[in-house]
């Protein structure tokens, strides 16, 4: 089975940190996405890789970088974290970039206190 | 901007057969149409794909119609274990370019 891991379940972080959040696929999958799911909002994309060091803005970059240094490795950035990206924040990867057979991790719920 | 629309949510007994629709009138051309199955604290899990006409696998079927611009899951003989968010996947075509847009998710609560 493919998997998808991410670093950590849950983390609490104070306003104005850096914070790393990171993500493995064990597959050899391609394309990488992160979403962030909120209530009433369902998923939304920030950002997506379809190579190393490849990275093209989903619909709600503003505030969040990437970084794909190794195919198996997408790791999301908040380069100052604000109390509105507390959000549960999930992975996907995929063999193609149709939206066919996207895996998901189980997700990181970010806490900015 | 592109759209895709499905119910917010449905109930349903022990046993029954449920259809989730999602619209979305703007398709691209060649991509295909996914669903998706969320539990709490869950990430989304890959239910099934399909581009036309009906698919099924072992746990549900999907429906599209020639135009594919909605798509209908099937899931027989639910059971409790089927409470869950079930989201559809498809790629559109919108003033921005290609976009892959989720819809909202349908809340799905069986009841005993």
């Known amino acids: 089975d493919v998997k998808v891991t991410q670093s950590s379940r849950y983390l609490v972080k104070r306003t104005g940190e850096k914070v790393f959040l990171e993500c493995v696929q064990d597959m050899d999958h391609e394309n990488m996405f992160w979403y962030r799911q909120d209530p009433g909002l369902g998923l939304r994309l920030i950002y997506f890789?379809?190579?190393?060091?490849?990275?093209e803005k989903g619909d709600i970059p503003e505030g969040y970088s990437v970084s794909r240094e190794k195919k198996e490795r997408f790791s999301l950035i908040l380069e100052s974290a604000s109390t509105n990206q507390t959000s549960m924040y999930l992975c996907?990867?995929?063999?193609?970039?149709?939206?066919?057979?996207?895996?998901f991790g189980s997700g990181t719920r970010l806490t900015v206190v | 901007l592109a759209k895709t629309t499905q119910p917010i949510s449905m109930d349903s007994y022990e046993g029954q057969e449920v259809n989730i629709t999602c619209s979305h009138n703007n398709i691209a051309t060649n991509d295909y149409i996914t669903w998706y199955q969320q539990f709490p604290s869950q990430g989304p899990r890959f239910i099934i794909q399909g581009y036309k006409t009906k698919v099924t696998n072992e746990v549900a079927s999907l429906f599209i119609p020639a135009d594919r611009k909605s798509s209908t899951l099937s899931l027989p003989r639910v059971s409790l274990s089927d409470t869950a968010v079930y989201y559809c996947l498809v790629g559109v075509d919108d003033n921005y370019g290609q976009n892959f847009v989720f819809g909202p998710g349908t809340r799905l609560s069986v009841l005993p």
């Open positions: 996907a990867s995929s063999p193609l970039s149709t939206g066919y057979g996207y895996t």
């Open positions: 890789s379809y190579d190393v060091k490849m990275k």
